[in-house]
C-alpha cells in the first residue's frame, strides 16, 4: 500500500472508490499481535498473543471482560480498544437495567460497528485503529463476531487477525469442521493450538499468551496462569502448521507495512499496537 | 357530567373565584415492612420481613426487602417498592462499573458512601426508601449503616428502619446498647453476642413488631454475612 493524494482525508474519496484511511486504519489492526476466536455449539473460546515492547514492561493486556457472557479481544490501537469497550460494558449495563437480560451479541456488536461508521464520515475524527473480536452467549447460542475500523462486522465460527494470523487461519481452516462437536477443552487446545502459529521464534508460554472462555453455562472467565499452563502443557506437538505456510505468512506481512520511499519493508510503527 | 365519566372531578371554578384545591395525587405510596441490621465481631445479621401491603391490604406475602449489593455487603429497604428497586438496580449497575475498573468488588464502607451519594442526588424529588446496609468492613469485622430517606448515614452497631421501626429499636437499644460510656469503656460499634444470639433475638423482635404492626409478618427473611459468605434463613411470621 502506497502513499497517494487521495489519502489525507477520511472524507475524501479516491477515484476508484476507495477510503484510504480507512483502509490504513485496518492496516493497523493487522500489525497488532495475532488474536484468535472460535466456537463450538456450547461455547466460545478467545485466544490472544501478548507482546511487551521490552523485557522490562508487563505484557499488553488484549482481552476485555465486558460482560458475564461477552468477553472480547483486541488486535491495533489498544488504547482505541480500551475506549470501545469501556463503551460496550455501559451499553450492556444499562440494557440490563432497563430490559432487565443481557444484551444480545449480535446487538451490541451493531452498535460499536455503527459507532465505528461514525469515525469514516466526519472531518474531525479518525476511524478506530482497532479489531475486535467479539465472544458471546445469548438466547440462540454461542457467537463470535469480528469488528472492523471501517464499521463492518461479520460472524465466524472461527477466526484470527492480527499479524502473521494467516498461519493460524490456515489451522482454524483445516480444522473448523470438527469444532462444533468440541468439548470445552477440546476447543480451548484448538485455539492455543492456532495461536501457536502465529508465534515466531517463540514457544507458547503462560505470559505470553491470554485466555478467555464463555460458554450457555458458563460466564466470561479468563483463564489465569495456572489454569494456561496445564492446557498448554498438554498440547500436542503432532497438529502444527507444515512450514510453508509460516513462511508465505510472513512475506505478506512484509509487504503490508507502511509503504515509504525506501521500501524496506521493515518500517517501525510510530503507534503503540499491539 | 363527572359521573358519567365514572371519575371524580373537582368541582367547577365559580366565576367569583377560584377554590383553593389539595393534591390528591401523590407519586408515592409506603408498602410497609421492617428492617433490622446487628454487626457483630465477625459476622453481620440483616433481616426483613416478607410482607408487601398498600393501605390496609397486602399484595403479597412473600416479596424480598433484602438484596445483595456486593459479595459482603447487604441492603434492606423498606418504603415505596418501585422506589426501592429502582435504587437496588441503580446501585448494582454501578457496582459492575466498579468492578470493571477496579477488577474487584467494593467494599461495604465503599458501598455505603455510594448509597448515601445517591440517595442525596434525589435530594429534592427523594427515594422512599428507608435503607440498612449490613456487611463485613475491610478488617472482616460486622458493620451496619442506617440511613434516612435523603442519604443521612451514620455506621452503628445495630439498627432498624420501616413501619415496625418504633417497635424494635427500643428493644435493641435495651439488648444491645452499653447502659452508659462511663460504665463500658466505648468500643467498636458491633455488638459482642455471638451468631446464633443475634438471631434469636433478631427473631424474637419480628416475632414482637408483627404482634403489633400490622404491616409486619407473614415472613422473615435473614441473611447472615460472615467470613465463609452469606446464608439465608426464613421464619415464619403471623399472618394477620
Given at each position: 500500500m502506497f502513499r497517494n493524494q487521495y489519502d489525507t482525508d477520511v472524507t475524501t474519496w479516491s477515484p476508484a472508490g476507495r477510503l484510504h484511511q480507512v483502509e490504513y486504519a485496518m492496516e493497523a489492526v493487522k500489525q497488532g499481535s495475532a488474536v484468535v476466536g472460535l466456537r463450538s455449539k456450547t461455547h466460545v473460546v478467545l485466544a490472544t498473543v501478548n507482546k511487551a515492547s521490552s523485557e522490562l514492561s508487563s505484557f499488553q493486556r488484549k482481552i476485555f471482560k465486558i460482560d458475564d457472557h461477552i468477553g472480547i479481544a483486541m488486535a491495533g490501537l489498544t488504547a482505541d480498544g480500551r475506549i470501545l469497550s469501556r463503551y460496550m460494558r455501559l451499553e450492556c449495563i444499562n440494557h440490563n437495567f432497563v430490559y432487565e437480560s443481557p444484551l444480545p451479541v449480535g446487538r451490541l456488536v451493531l452498535q460499536v460497528a455503527d459507532k465505528a461508521q461514525v469515525c469514516t464520515q466526519r472531518s474531525w475524527k479518525r476511524p478506530y485503529g482497532v479489531g475486535l473480536l467479539v465472544a458471546g452467549v445469548d438466547q440462540t447460542g454461542p457467537h463470535l463476531y469480528q469488528n472492523c475500523p471501517s464499521g463492518n462486522y461479520f460472524e465466524y465460527i472461527a477466526f484470527a487477525i492480527g499479524s502473521r494470523s494467516q498461519a493460524a487461519k490456515t489451522y482454524l481452516e483445516r480444522k473448523y469442521e470438527t469444532f462444533s462437536e468440541s468439548s470445552r477443552e477440546g476447543l480451548i487446545r484448538h485455539a492455543l493450538l492456532a495461536v501457536k502459529e502465529s508465534l515466531q521464534d517463540e514457544e507458547l508460554t503462560t505470559s505470553?499468551?491470554?485466555?478467555?472462555?464463555?460458554?450457555?453455562?458458563?460466564?466470561?472467565?479468563?483463564?489465569?496462569?495456572?489454569?494456561?499452563?496445564?492446557?498448554?502443557?498438554?498440547?500436542?506437538?503432532?497438529?502444527?502448521?507444515?512450514?510453508?505456510?509460516?513462511?508465505?505468512?510472513?512475506?505478506?506481512?512484509?509487504?503490508?507495512?507502511?509503504?515509504?520511499?525506501?521500501?524496506?519493508?521493515?518500517?517501525?510503527?510510530?503507534?503503540?499496537?499491539? | 357530567m363527572a359521573m358519567a365519566m365514572g371519575c371524580l372531578l373537582p368541582p367547577e371554578p365559580s366565576q367569583a373565584a377560584y377554590r383553593e384545591h389539595q393534591s390528591t395525587w401523590s407519586p408515592y405510596e409506603n408498602n410497609g415492612g421492617t428492617c433490622v441490621a446487628i454487626a457483630g465481631l465477625d459476622y453481620c445479621v440483616i433481616a426483613a420481613d416478607t410482607r408487601m401491603s398498600v393501605g390496609f391490604s397486602i399484595l403479597t406475602r412473600e416479596h424480598?426487602?433484602?438484596?445483595?449489593?456486593?459479595?459482603?455487603?447487604?441492603?434492606?429497604?423498606?418504603?415505596?417498592?418501585?422506589?426501592?428497586?429502582?435504587?437496588?438496580?441503580?446501585?448494582?449497575?454501578?457496582?459492575?462499573?466498579?468492578?470493571?475498573?477496579?477488577?474487584?468488588?467494593?467494599?461495604?464502607?465503599?458501598?455505603?458512601?455510594?448509597?448515601?451519594?445517591?440517595?442525596?442526588?434525589?435530594?429534592?424529588?427523594?427515594?422512599?426508601?428507608?435503607?440498612?446496609?449490613?456487611?463485613?468492613?475491610?478488617?472482616?469485622?460486622?458493620?451496619?449503616?442506617?440511613?434516612?430517606?435523603?442519604?443521612?448515614?451514620?455506621?452503628?452497631?445495630?439498627?432498624?428502619?420501616?413501619?415496625?421501626?418504633?417497635?424494635?429499636?427500643?428493644?435493641?437499644?435495651?439488648?444491645l446498647k452499653s447502659a452508659s460510656p462511663l460504665l463500658l469503656p466505648a468500643k467498636e460499634s458491633a455488638t459482642s453476642l455471638t451468631e446464633s444470639e443475634a438471631i434469636d433475638l433478631i427473631k424474637d423482635t419480628f416475632a414482637s413488631a408483627a404482634e403489633r404492626d400490622i404491616y409486619t409478618g407473614d415472613s422473615m427473611e435473614l441473611l447472615v454475612v460472615n467470613a465463609s459468605g452469606i446464608r439465608r434463613e426464613y421464619m415464619e411470621l403471623k399472618k394477620d
Open positions: 505470553n499468551c491470554s485466555v478467555a472462555v464463555v460458554g450457555v453455562d458458563e460466564s466470561l472467565t479468563i483463564l489465569d496462569a495456572r489454569n494456561l499452563k496445564l492446557f498448554i502443557d498438554g498440547l500436542d506437538e503432532s497438529a502444527s502448521v507444515p512450514a510453508e505456510d509460516k513462511q508465505a505468512d510472513e512475506d505478506e506481512s512484509k509487504e503490508q507495512g507502511l509503504g515509504t520511499s525506501d521500501g524496506s519493508g521493515s518500517d517501525v510503527v510510530p503507534m503503540e499496537t499491539s | 424480598s426487602k433484602i438484596f445483595q449489593l456486593s459479595e459482603k455487603c447487604i441492603l434492606a429497604s423498606s418504603g415505596f417498592q418501585a422506589d426501592i428497586r429502582t435504587l437496588q438496580k441503580h446501585l448494582d449497575a454501578r457496582h459492575k462499573i466498579y468492578q470493571h475498573e477496579h477488577n474487584k468488588q467494593m467494599s461495604c464502607p465503599a458501598m455505603a458512601q455510594l448509597l448515601s451519594n445517591t440517595l442525596y442526588y434525589k435530594r429534592f424529588f427523594p427515594y422512599y426508601a428507608f435503607n440498612v446496609v449490613g456487611g463485613l468492613d475491610n478488617e472482616g469485622k460486622g458493620c451496619v449503616y442506617t440511613y434516612d430517606a435523603v442519604g443521612s448515614y451514620e455506621r452503628v452497631g445495630y439498627s432498624s428502619q420501616g413501619s415496625g421501626m418504633q417497635l424494635i429499636m427500643p428493644v435493641l437499644d435495651n439488648q
